[in-house]
């Protein structure tokens, strides 16, 4: 087996598909399915636009009225702990896709990315309120931790059928405005799923029994979004002979300037979630838990980047991510949209831990990859090719000629709706 191909899920594949983004959507579709083997019924529900059922879709959400796609395209060469990934990415960004492709072509030639994820244990909160003794509450419930855990468990009995459940109960007192309040704190292993209903669940069947043991009022019954316990990391090196010493160097000082200035720091991480975001929505998950998640963690210690990049002793570039992911791959829309079905049969992966790995890689490509592009020749370059069509498309071009007049405007370097329409109308007088 070459270093460019690998077992991917249950097919054979190598993510290097050579002038993969020349093809049309239909023959790029074509490749996909012969890769991913995809039935033509599931071929069908790509191809469809919406993707998605009006009755699955009124049972998902409330007062449906209609749809709003997504773009959904695949980002090509990653290879992660020695498999080969194609990746689903639903975003109405341009560029991004194109990022991540090229910071993954780009770390192949130094075994592409290493990744790993901790173990899927999610935190889940009682806040307890008018507790006259809120330390003496804690002492008492803590006293009774594993007593706890047990009564936890009684209620996410098909957690603990595959392997998860409640580890771990504490409490501790928390001082407010509003006074001492008593905030009880559950560990749930959730296994494949994201959480956040089975955890609930067992916050709500155990929290009028916490006050009762203490006193006072239950308010929230919560998970939270900080998942510190769910951590991924992934890691790449990029040869200097590849990127250039000037690309190495301008990264490193992009890095510093995130690490050093907040108000960059927060579009640094927000590039990071232009990638990881755009698998999440492709693959059925709550994109905004993962935002609130990793911007929290990313300001336990005042506001940092999510990742890191260092010169290395060869003079090569070096990054790393880390990164909390409250994902799933079973239940909410992973199984209910019928289009994530199809993203995560094309992904491949078999478990949470697996897609964390590929998604933290997505992040760290798509991070390097913007770095790289914004420390060197910029990002309009890239932005204008796809804005000036998009422009071409609202001055009224169509077929051929939106490509005619994005590329006149290119040329021109005035992409403007006006210009638009000036081009367009000299071309209909020819």
């Known amino acids: 087996m070459y270093a460019s191909e690998a077992v991917a899920g249950d097919f054979i594949v190598t993510s290097e598909i050579s002038g993969f983004y020349k093809l049309s959507p239909a023959a790029r579709l074509e490749k996909i399915a012969e890769i991913a083997k995809l039935s033509k019924e599931e071929q069908a529900v790509l191809s469809k636009e919406g993707g998605l059922p009006m009755e699955t879709a009124n049972r998902m959400v409330e007062n449906v009225i209609g749809f709003m796609p997504l773009p959904l395209g695949i980002a090509t060469n990653f290879f992660v702990n020695g498999k080969e990934y194609l ?45 006259k003794d809120a330390k003496g509450a804690c002492e008492k419930l803590n006293a009774k931790k594993n007593e706890w855990v047990k009564t936890g468990n009684e209620n996410c009995a098909s957690l603990v059928q595959f392997g998860g459940g409640v580890r771990e109960f504490s409490a501790r ?57 769910r951590i991924a990391k992934a890691s790449a090196v990029w040869k200097k002979e590849e990127i250039g010493e000037e690309a190495v160097e301008g990264v490193l000082d992009a890095y510093e300037f995130a690490a050093n200035d907040v108000y960059r720091c927060a579009t640094h991480n927000k590039g990071i979630h232009n990638g990881m975001d755009a698998v999440a929505v492709a693959t059925g998950n709550d994109w905004r838990a993962l935002e609130a998640g990793a911007h929290a963690y990313a300001a336990l210690n005042g506001y940092k980047p999510l990742t890191k990049f260092w010169k290395n002793k060869n003079g090569d570039l070096e990054g790393s991510i880390e990164v909390p992911l409250a994902i799933g791959t079973v239940g909410g829309a992973t199984k209910t949209h019928p289009v994530a079905q199809m993203c995560m049969k094309i992904l491949g992966t078999k ?12 992040g760290l490509a798509q991070n390097f990859a913007a770095l790289r592009a914004l420390s060197t020749e910029g990002i309009q370059k890239g932005h204008m090719r796809l804005h000036a069509a998009n422009i071409a498309v609202m001055a009224g071009a169509k077929g051929e000629e939106i490509e005619e007049v994005a590329k006149k405007m290119a040329e021109g370097k005035d992409v403007s709706l006006a210009n638009a329409k000036k081009i367009l109308e000299g071309m209909k007088k020819r």
């Open 351 to 362: 478990g949470v831990a697996e897609l964390g790995c590929v998604m933290a890689s997505v």
């Open 87 to 131: 990746v689903p990415m639903a975003i109405e960004e341009p560029s991004v896709i194109a990022a991540a492709s090229n910071g993954a072509k780009l770390a192949r030639s130094s075994g592409g990315f290493k990744a790993s994820m901790g173990k899927q244990i999610m935190i889940g909160q009682v806040q307890i309120v008018g507790v």
């Open 173 to 229: 007192g928390i001082s407010t405005a509003r006074g001492e309040m008593v905030i009880a704190e559950y560990l749930v292993d959730v296994q494949d799923a994201m959480g956040a209903n089975s955890i609930n669940t067992v916050l709500e069947a155990t929290a009028p029994k916490i006050a009762a043991e203490i006193g006072g009022k239950v308010r929230l019954r919560i998970l939270s979004n900080l998942a510190v316990h």
